[in-house]
């Protein structure tokens, strides 16, 4: 469990993948875990879980993703190789509204070397509040596991940073 008092939370849109990963590990590590959904809980899988407490915007899947954007301090985007669909419009609604964000590529970095990416970020920026972003379950099925892994990893290094 996360032992700082720093107080972080995990925001996503809740698709299958890298949101839902971000989600559910945000909930095992005890993080508050929140972000904008479709209008009816819209997922490639049914409608999302109440158990996360998304709340449901217009625009479908773009309204969604710009809304995450344009309200979360800084956003986190996980891929395998370049950008694609929702990961190049989440980059693109960024770089737009000159938010901070950053991506980590599967192709490249092993969990573990993502999480030491993310924690310097998070140093950098000073934000603590994410929104995760990246493909869904169909388009990379890997990327639910390496997304847990790589939170997993940041928080023992966040755990290993000296109290504030």
Known sequence: MFSQALSIQILSGGQTGVDRAALDQGLDS???IGGYCPKGRRAEDGPIDRKYPLIETTGGYVGRTQRNVLE??????IAKGSLEGGSALTQRFCQEANKPHLVIDANLLTPA???????????ETRVHAFN??????????????Y??????????L???LPSP
């Open 113 to 123: 070397e993502g999480a030491k990416l993310l924690l310097a970020f998070y140093l």
């Open 132 to 145: 995760f972003a990246g493909p869904r379950a169909s388009g990379w099925p890997q990327g639910y596991l």
């Open 147 to 156: 997304t847990k892994q790589l939170i997993k990893h940041w928080v023992t």
């Open 30 to 32: 005890g993080f508050k």
């Open 158 to 160: 966040l755990e290993m």
């Open 72 to 77: 979360s301090p800084a956003t986190i985007i």
